[in-house]
Each structure stands twice: as C-alpha cells, then as structure tokens.
C-alpha cells in the first residue's frame, strides 16, 4: 500500500482515494508507529514496509463526486467525498 498516482484514472476505479495532503501522524505511544489517510485510517509499524488498514471507509463513498473532474483537459486532481464525521 503506498499512495500511487492517479492521474487518469476515475477515482471511483482506485482502491484507496488519497488527497494532495493526506494526513500523516506519527504515534506518540507507540515508536516506529505512523498513521496515514485515505478513505481509509492505515498504519505501520516497520517504516512502511507493510500496512494494515484500521478502519472502515470514513467518506459517504457517494460515486458521483468520484468522476472525471472534467473541462478540455480531464485532470482527475482526485477528488473526494466528504467525510462522515466532525471534529
């Protein structure tokens, strides 16, 4: 799991749908632990060299705002739904 370009591609096609700045946190309670988010909450605990998905899709996962983004050039800057909780 590593956050793969998806230019090109509908987001609705991808497994996991990650934004320009995805969240990244490291554990305060755990060393070596990082936490990072796409739809999904994932973490590793050997530098990244394997991942573990540790939550549920977090987004409405709703497949019309996970189309092309159209205009003359489709630029697909990955967009995605909102989530389903607040802070």
Known sequence: MWPESG?????AD???RWHWNFPLSHSPHTQH???????????TDD????WQTIS???????KSHQQNSGG???DNLMTFDLL???H
């Open 7 to 11: 230019y090109g591609w509908t987001p």
């Open 14 to 16: 991808l497994k996991y």
């Open 84 to 86: 389903h909780f607040c």
């Open 47 to 50: 530098e990244g060299q394997s």
């Open 72 to 74: 003359i050039a489709i």
């Open 56 to 62: 549920p899709d977090l987004t409405s996962n709703d």
């Open 33 to 43: 632990r990082v936490y990072v988010g796409s739809q999904y909450v994932h973490k």
